[in-house]
């Protein structure tokens, strides 16, 4: 049977609907393979990794008491990413428009050193969500290669169903120069 792509098999196979509780039979087990390819998310490498040495993630749901915040900010950022990011289980849509909508932006600003990126962190943490950051500054500064590098980015998340922390962005999105023509394309698109 020819299939077009992983979408097929998921179909047809549904192993996406597999209960985390299944224990598998020996054969069964026998089927899948021994290695597979792994992401790190700090390096930004990929890795093989033998099964044997996967073990589960083990988040820190108590990681956001470290934050100096007001507890109703830490209960407000905790909800809301919990919220959004269950809201596929619940089949909601964000706006009447088609794919309009169904994303959380958080703007957390202020001066170099005050806790926005360990905010991030800490809350990704807190509701067991990967964090993918990625920092502006490393960031090519082409206008047609920043689109396609945070187009990837993006969907990265999404398929992942992860956090994704713009570190820096404040590079590309102050207010425009005549002197920096190239900065204000990038802004610009």
Not at 3 to 32: G, H, N
Not at 69 to 91: P, T
Not at 129 to 134: D, E, G, R, S, V
């Amino acid at each position: 049977m020819y299939y077009r792509d992983v979408d097929d098999l998921r179909e047809a196979y549904q192993w996406d609907r597999i209960p985390a509780s299944t224990i598998l039979t020996d054969e069964q087990a026998m089927l899948f393979p021994a290695v597979i390819g792994c992401h790190d998310l700090r390096s930004k490498k990929r890795y093989t990794v033998s099964v044997n040495d996967l073990q589960p993630v083990e988040w820190n749901e108590d990681e956001m008491d470290h934050l100096v915040l007001e507890d109703k900010k830490k209960a407000m950022l905790k909800g809301l990413v919990s919220y959004h990011s269950n809201r596929n289980c619940r089949n909601e849509k964000g706006d009447l428009i088609a794919g309009k909508g169904e994303g959380l932006v958080i703007l957390l600003h202020g001066p170099p050193g005050v806790g926005k990126t360990l905010t991030a962190e800490s809350t990704a943490k807190a509701v067991g969500k990967p964090l993918i950051a990625m920092s502006i500054g490393e960031m090519v500064w082409d206008e047609a290669q920043l689109q396609g590098r945070l187009k990837s980015e993006f969907q990265r998340a999404i398929e992942w169903g992860a956090v994704l922390l713009l570190d820096e962005a404040d590079v590309v999105l102050e207010a425009r120069s005549f002197e920096d023509v190239r900065r204000n394309g990038i802004v610009s698109s």
